[in-house]
């Protein structure tokens, strides 16, 4: 008898790109303190989104990470935040090493032109990572700038994700569609439009304005903050 694990797909460079083509990638994501923020929690939402059509799902943490990729047969993306400031999202080599030792197909990892907490470098960073895994790498960007550098840095995704956190966009209430049309036009490698993608329409229209892969995290994932948005659209009782 064929046991699941036999099934698994083997996830090559050429797959991950094949499968992530074109399609949704959800980020299933819990926040410090909050009642969702469990492992498990993070694997049975990755196997509730996957079953809803995401073609690939992005995790947060290395064990969230891990419990995602032993859960789902599909690409995970995988990131550290550590800490909320400045460059937090799988900041240094060592973060990103361990992202990918987690398992993770991608190791997402700010894609700024920021000074980074270990002081290499994102080239130096991209490079000494390919030196231990096969794992593709998407930079987190904030701005055209930030995605023309990554991609000389050697990445192999770009991601809209800093947008609007850094300071250098502003932060639109929506994907920042005028970056998406930016980055799209001046590089040339693959780009993940992530960020306040509240909508299916706004989603489908960051794919018809050239988006790799379009990756939806609150609208999807996060409970808490989908319900404020139907408690602030009430009036204030009393
Ligand atoms: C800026 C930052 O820290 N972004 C994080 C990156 O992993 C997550 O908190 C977001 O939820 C994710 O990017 C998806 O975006 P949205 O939740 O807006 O659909």
């Given at each position: 008898?064929?046991?699941?694990?036999?099934?698994?797909?083997?996830?090559?460079?050429?797959?991950?790109?094949?499968?992530?083509?074109?399609?949704?990638?959800?980020?299933?994501?819990?926040?410090?303190?909050?009642?969702?923020?469990?492992?498990?929690?993070?694997?049975?939402?990755?196997?509730?989104?996957?079953?809803?059509?995401?073609?690939?799902?992005?995790?947060?943490?290395?064990?969230?990470?891990?419990?995602?990729?032993?859960?789902?047969?599909?690409?995970?993306?995988?990131?550290?935040?550590?800490?909320?400031?400045?460059?937090?999202?799988?900041?240094?080599l060592?973060?990103a090493r361990?992202v990918a030792?987690?398992?993770?197909?991608?190791v997402?990892l700010?894609?700024?032109?920021?000074?980074?907490?270990?002081?290499?470098?994102?080239?130096e960073t991209v490079a000494r990572l390919r030196e231990t895994t096969?794992a593709?790498v998407?930079?987190?960007?904030?701005?055209?700038?930030?995605?023309?550098?990554?991609?000389?840095?050697?990445?192999?995704?770009?991601?809209?994700?800093?947008?609007?956190?850094?300071?250098?966009?502003?932060?639109?209430?929506?994907?920042?569609?005028?970056?998406?049309?930016?980055?799209?036009?001046?590089?040339?490698?693959?780009?993940?439009?992530?960020?306040?993608?509240?909508?299916?329409?706004?989603?489908?229209?960051?794919?018809?304005?050239?988006?790799?892969?379009?990756?939806?995290?609150?609208?999807?994932?996060?409970?808490?903050?989908?319900?404020?948005?139907?408690?602030?659209?009430?009036?204030?009782?009393?």
């Amino acid at each position: 008898m064929t046991g699941p694990q036999e099934t698994r797909t083997t996830w090559t460079r050429e797959r991950v790109l094949d499968a992530m083509r074109g399609r949704l990638t959800v980020s299933c994501q819990a926040y410090p303190g909050e009642p969702l923020r469990d492992p498990r929690t993070t694997a049975q939402m990755a196997r509730a989104v996957v079953a809803g059509g995401a073609a690939a799902v992005r995790a947060q943490g290395l064990d969230d990470v891990a419990a995602v990729v032993a859960a789902v047969d599909v690409p995970v993306v995988g990131l550290w935040k550590d800490g909320d400031g400045g460059v937090f999202i799988t900041p240094t080599l060592r973060h990103a090493r361990a992202v990918a030792d987690a398992g993770a197909h991608v190791v997402a990892l700010d894609g700024t032109r920021r000074p980074r907490p270990d002081g290499l470098t994102l080239a130096e960073t991209v490079a000494r990572l390919r030196e231990t895994t096969d794992a593709l790498v998407m930079a987190d960007c904030g701005s055209l700038h930030d995605a023309l550098a990554a991609q000389d840095a050697g990445v192999d995704l770009l991601g809209t994700t800093l947008a609007g956190y850094t300071g250098e966009r502003p932060k639109t209430p929506g994907p920042d569609l005028e970056l998406v049309d930016e980055v799209v036009a001046a590089c040339s490698l693959p780009v993940v439009v992530e960020g306040r993608v509240h909508t299916p329409a706004q989603a489908a229209e960051a794919m018809a304005r050239g988006a790799f892969s379009v990756c939806v995290g609150t609208a999807i994932t996060h409970p808490t903050t989908l319900t404020s948005w139907f408690v602030d659209a009430f009036p204030t009782p009393g």
